[in-house]
């Protein structure tokens, strides 16, 4: 059974630019996650959608930030503009529901320059 | 709000030791809690999850303990290998799959 998949590995961009990250989660898992990894630290959830309903997004910077899963199944994540700041690691996962076991993807790694 | 320790923030180890890595939170209101591997430019891999009511959970050369009221869990790891080499991240779940984690143990086994 295939993972969580995410794309793109890599991304590089210059500040102030638009940058969209994608996610897959894995067949059947209805709540999915998005999490922000700096250098160094754990894992921080950004925002946690329930099927297509976004059921937490307390910690999402909605000033830059905006993430979508219009069918319940793939989601993305977009930063406009990007600062340098925003330079992580942007890690999707999924579960069968809440208080269930996360799986993570791999993750995108973001370089804002 | 749920705070998430892990001591130490680094260790290196010579093969075959026994190891212990330590977690504390500071909220004992878990539903609970789940320690992840994750490799260097991967993601992160579940290794145990304890539910609050549990005091323990094995597998292979992996234990990991649960002590709420005090709030701390051990991750012991026997007879380590370089491929045991990789950051050690602990989760604690307050509120129904909403994940706290720690800053995490970078964990080098040296052959």
């Known amino acids: 059974e295939a993972g969580v998949v995410q794309s793109p590995r890599y991304k590089i961009i210059e500040k102030k630019q638009p940058v969209a990250f994608w996610c897959n989660p894995i067949?059947?898992?209805?709540?999915l996650y998005w999490y922000r990894q700096n250098l160094g630290q754990g894992p921080e959830l950004l925002i946690r959608?329930?099927?297509?309903?976004?059921?937490?997004d307390s910690q999402l910077p909605k000033d830059r930030f905006s993430a979508e899963r219009l069918k319940g199944v793939d989601s993305t994540l977009k930063i406009q503009p990007a600062e340098l700041g925003d330079s992580a690691v942007y890690l999707c996962a999924s579960s069968l529901g809440a208080a269930n076991e996360q799986f993570f993807g791999p993750g995108t790694r973001l370089t804002v320059l | 709000k749920q705070e998430v320790t892990q001591i130490p923030a680094a260790l290196s180890v010579p093969e075959g030791e026994n190891l212990v890595l330590n977690c504390s939170f500071t909220?004992?209101?878990?539903?609970?809690l789940q320690w992840f591997r994750q490799d260097p430019g991967k993601g992160l891999t579940s290794l145990l999850l304890?539910?609050?009511?549990?005091r323990e959970q094995t597998s292979g050369r992996l234990n990991a303990s649960l002590d709420k009221s005090s709030g701390r869990s051990t991750l012991y790891i026997a007879a380590s290998q370089p491929g045991d080499s990789a950051t050690y991240l602990c989760a604690v779940d307050n509120a129904g799959n909403m994940l706290t984690f720690g800053g995490g143990t970078r964990l080098m086994v040296k052959p």
């Open positions: 304890i539910q609050s009511s549990q």
């Open positions: 909220d004992s209101a878990i539903y609970n």
């Open positions: 959608y329930e099927n297509e309903e976004a059921v937490d």
């Open positions: 067949s059947g898992h209805n709540t």
